[in-house]
């Protein structure tokens, strides 16, 4: 199973309003365990950035007018998410600026089906609890030293740290995987490791005594037409 863990920054709240995003951040994993491939770029977006904006991301016009702008990045982005499952936090933001830039550029929009939202994930594992990306990571003792500003590749980081402690942390299936379909194999070979260790027991008697054997008879004469009394 191929996910693409991915996080934005933008110039503001909402396309419709003309905001843009200013970076693309995305970490690839296979069956929740990532690769090392990563897909990294900062997007001129060809108008100011507000200070709260800036504040949020340190990232300033002057620092981006000479990137690419979209239409120069947007077909290295779609290889490298390629067929597979998109991840974010709160990815119904994320996923309205992706689509907005990809209607522009006069490319088709990536369709609900593919995206999964781990805030949704965290608030029903945690109902009531916090779930912003930095109380995730405290919940999961994930280092967040680093975090000093919103950078989309690094939170891609964290974020797949706190997808795969979502999914069951880092023993992932283990014991229940024949079960739940994760690690299928780590339940029986528990087992199995188990058994081989195990001393074996020497066969136990299991003939009733005569004593038994006297006080089942009595209680067939109790009864009428008793099964065990045909079998014989």
């Not at 897909?39 to 200070?51: A, F, G, K, L, M």
């Not at 991301?57 to 007018?65: Q, R």
């Not at 089906?113 to 949704?120: A, C, I, P």
């Not at 020497?202 to 008793?226: G, I, V, W």
Request: aromatic letters at 6%.
């Amino acid at each position: 199973m191929r996910e693409i863990v991915f996080d934005t920054e933008t110039t503001g709240m909402d396309p419709a309003e003309g905001d843009r995003l200013v970076e693309i951040g995305c970490v690839e994993l296979i069956n929740h365990v990532p690769t090392g491939r990563t897909y990294h770029q900062y997007i001129n977006p060809e108008r100011d950035v507000p200070p709260e904006a800036v504040a949020v991301h340190g990232l300033t016009f002057d620092m981006l007018k000479d990137k690419p702008v979209f239409s120069q990045i947007y077909t290295d982005f779609i290889d490298f998410i390629g067929d597979g499952y998109l991840v974010a936090h709160n990815a119904a933001f994320d996923m309205k600026f992706i689509n907005a830039e990809l209607k522009q550029v006069g490319h088709a929009a990536i369709p609900a089906q593919r995206v999964r939202d781990s805030l949704l994930l965290a608030r029903e594992k945690f109902p009531g609890s916090p779930a912003s990306l930095d109380a995730l990571c405290r919940r999961f003792n994930i280092d967040l030293s680093e975090r000093t500003l919103h950078g989309a590749l690094l939170d891609a980081e964290l974020l797949a740290e706190v997808w795969l402690e979502l999914n069951g942390g880092r023993q992932h299936g283990l014991g229940l995987g024949a079960s739940q379909g994760g690690d299928r194999e780590s339940g029986p070979q528990v087992s199995a490791l188990a058994a081989r260790d195990r001393p074996p027991r020497e066969a136990r008697p299991h003939h009733p005594a005569s004593e038994e054997e006297a006080a089942h008879a009595s209680l067939l004469e109790k009864l009428k037409d008793p099964l065990w009394k045909t079998l014989k």
